[in-house]
């Protein structure tokens, strides 16, 4: 089932990418850009522990 709203999403983000060539230093840059003329933080995510993701998957 394909859903439009996610669709749209995935649409999006490759026009954006193809806007900057697939140059990830500079989509990163719009994004930051984008982020400060919005005056917050769009996506704030703790910081992953490879190393223990690494244990978790070699004991199980």
Request: hydrophobic content about 35%; glycine content about 6%.
């Given at each position: 089932?394909?859903?439009?709203i996610?669709?749209?999403v995935r649409?999006?983000?490759?026009?954006?990418c193809k806007?900057?060539?697939?140059?990830?230093?500079?989509?990163?840059?719009?994004?930051k850009?984008t982020?400060a003329?919005?005056?917050?933080?769009i996506?704030?995510?703790?910081a992953?522990?490879l190393e223990k993701?690494r244990?978790?998957?070699?004991?199980?």
């Amino acid at each position: 089932m394909r859903d439009p709203i996610v669709e749209e999403v995935r649409n999006r983000r490759v026009e954006h990418c193809k806007k900057f060539g697939n140059d990830l230093a500079a989509i990163y840059a719009d994004l930051k850009s984008t982020e400060a003329d919005l005056g917050g933080t769009i996506v704030k995510r703790p910081a992953r522990h490879l190393e223990k993701e690494r244990k978790v998957f070699a004991t199980g």
